[in-house]
């Protein structure tokens, strides 16, 4: 079955300090997108990069890093030198291309708090 | 800017009495989701339309359903909301059903049931 585990329900922070968010994926699908999104206190989801199956390459966007892993089926995201405007709910989620729906499952999220 | 606009940002509505929430998008998009997020929760999808076909998931209930009555609109309606049903309801749109694309959301619409 399908499934996305964020095992870090909150994390909090002092500005400035690196931070990784945890995320763990179950599927039985051998092709599928893994998706990060931000959700500010605004409500939408915002988002932030998309990784394929096939593709382990690490991935730095500015202060943002993803690590994905097939071995150990995860895609963990680290924020280097964290800043206050970070703070938001972090989903991480899968979309299995046999679905054909283009259906996102998603993890619990995460919590960050980043603080001055 | 191209966006996914979502009508009212907050609604209440009592027990029992029908209520509609609206998303509109500009992106000109062939597919709009309708995602529900409880508290402190994953959003899960209840169901969407690629163009003109609605396609509901499994477990969505019945109470649930939705309108497209054009490209640019598509409508939640709760049929006979409980208070079980306060949530979140998150409105997304993407150019095709491949899972490769990214969706789009809206800022969402937070139901109150009293």
């Known amino acids: 079955a399908q499934k996305v585990t964020q095992a870090q329900t909150e994390i909090s922070v002092v500005e400035k300090e690196d931070v990784t968010l945890d995320c763990v994926y179950e599927?039985?699908?051998?092709?599928?997108?893994l998706f990060w999104y931000k959700q500010p206190p605004s409500g939408e989801l915002v988002f932030l990069i998309r990784?394929?199956?096939?593709?382990?390459q690490n991935e730095i966007s500015g202060r943002y890093s993803w690590n994905f892993q097939k071995s150990t089926s995860s895609f963990n995201f680290t924020i280097t030198a964290s800043q206050v405007v970070d703070s938001a709910v972090y989903f991480c989620?899968?979309?299995?291309?046999?679905?054909?729906?283009?259906?996102?499952?998603f993890g619990q999220g995460t919590t960050l708090q980043v603080k001055p | 800017d191209a966006m996914v606009i979502q009508n009212p940002r907050y609604q209440v509505t009592q027990f029992g009495k029908p209520v509609t929430l609206s998303c509109s998008q500009t992106?000109?998009?062939?597919?709009m989701y309708w995602y529900q997020q409880k508290s402190s929760q994953a959003p899960k999808l209840l169901f969407h339309?690629?163009?003109?076909?609605?396609?509901n998931e499994a477990d969505t209930p019945d109470n649930f359903q939705s309108r497209r009555p054009n490209t640019s609109f598509c409508f939640l309606d709760i049929r006979s909301p409980g208070l079980g049903d306060a949530a979140m309801y998150l409105c997304?749109?993407?150019?095709?059903?491949?899972?490769?694309?990214?969706?789009?959301f809206g800022p969402g619409t937070r139901l109150t049931v009293l």
């Open positions: 997304a749109t993407s150019s095709s059903v491949s899972s490769y694309n990214e969706q789009f």
């Open positions: 599927t039985r699908d051998t092709t599928y997108y």
């Open positions: 990784r394929n199956s096939f593709d382990e």
């Open positions: 989620a899968l979309s299995e291309a046999l679905s054909n729906t283009g259906k996102l499952i």
């Open positions: 992106l000109n998009h062939n597919v």
């Open positions: 339309y690629y163009d003109k076909d609605f396609n």
